[in-house]
């Protein structure tokens, strides 16, 4: 009995997911963020071809110079794909029709998390692969490093898309969601991690300063580094790859959690 109720929820996860799947590529959602990769990548490739600038003939610097900015677009990623996933069924009020069906709010809130978890780690898994094969072609390599980087992408993306669950399950409207969900990743998480890191405190705890593992394990970062900045007065830290990426996880587990009881608890 359990083993069939189990399997019939896996069933209405994946219908769920599949229904999320489809609105994305029905509404350009992925193709959009798809071109405005493309258009990233174009655009410096076209800034050093046409100035006097060299690209770097190391794989490694190669490989960071197109990951610098690779977290804001995951933050973006996560934003368009994750922040309106639960509000829209209200805010549209097709959730009317959906809790109408035998599906199960667990199982509705477990589709959504996963649409929202795969199509951003696709899309940004596309644009690793976009840069490795870049820097295979330029450089003659691929630094190897950028896989660790990707496993970590993976992992800071699933933190992301709980926190994006969280707002969404809360607020009443998608644009407000989707600005919280920004302001959090992107502004109050540097806010805090500066903060703390400016007083000595190393903010291990902080999704957005185990973010930074994302590209200092590139510079070869294995365990957290604190460094002392004699001119400003002050410290600030390396983040260390296995705990960041622990970390992350657990982020995207508690905060999904925390959202999974909020959506099964509201109404219309």
Do not use: C
């Not at 060299?54 to 490694?60: G, I, L, N, Y």
């Amino acid at each position: 009995m359990m083993l069939s109720e189990f399997i019939d929820d896996l069933r209405q996860t994946s219908v769920v997911m599949n229904q999320e799947f489809h609105k994305y590529i029905k509404g350009k959602k992925l193709v959009g963020f798809i071109v405005l990769m493309i258009a990233i990548i174009a655009g410096i490739y076209l800034i050093f071809t046409l100035s006097e600038i060299k690209f770097p003939s190391e794989s490694k610097d190669f490989i960071t110079l197109y990951l610098r900015f690779i977290t804001i677009l995951a933050i973006v990623a996560v934003t368009i794909f994750s922040s309106g996933l639960l509000v829209s069924e209200y805010e549209e009020r097709t959730g009317l029709l959906l809790f109408t069906r035998p599906i199960k709010k667990e199982s509705i809130f477990a589709g959504k998390f996963l649409a929202g978890f795969i199509t951003s780690t696709f899309v940004i898994i596309i644009y690793y692969v976009i840069v490795a094969i870049m820097s295979y072609i330029i450089t003659g390599s691929i630094y190897g490093k950028i896989w660790v980087s990707l496993g970590l992408m993976i992992a800071y993306i699933f933190g992301a898309t709980g926190i994006a669950l969280l707002f969404s399950s809360y607020f009443k409207k998608s644009n407000t969601a989707t600005s919280v969900t920004i302001i959090v990743l992107l502004i109050v998480g540097n806010w805090i991690s500066q903060l703390f890191s400016g007083n000595g405190i190393e903010p291990w705890f902080s999704i957005t300063y185990s973010s930074g593992s994302i590209i200092t394990v590139l510079n070869g970062a294995s365990a957290a580094l604190m460094y002392d900045d004699a001119i400003r007065s002050s410290w600030y830290y390396v983040a260390d790859p296995a705990l960041s990426a622990m970390v992350m996880v657990t982020w995207g587990v508690f905060v999904s959690f925390i959202a999974s009881l909020i959506y099964k608890q509201r109404g219309f």
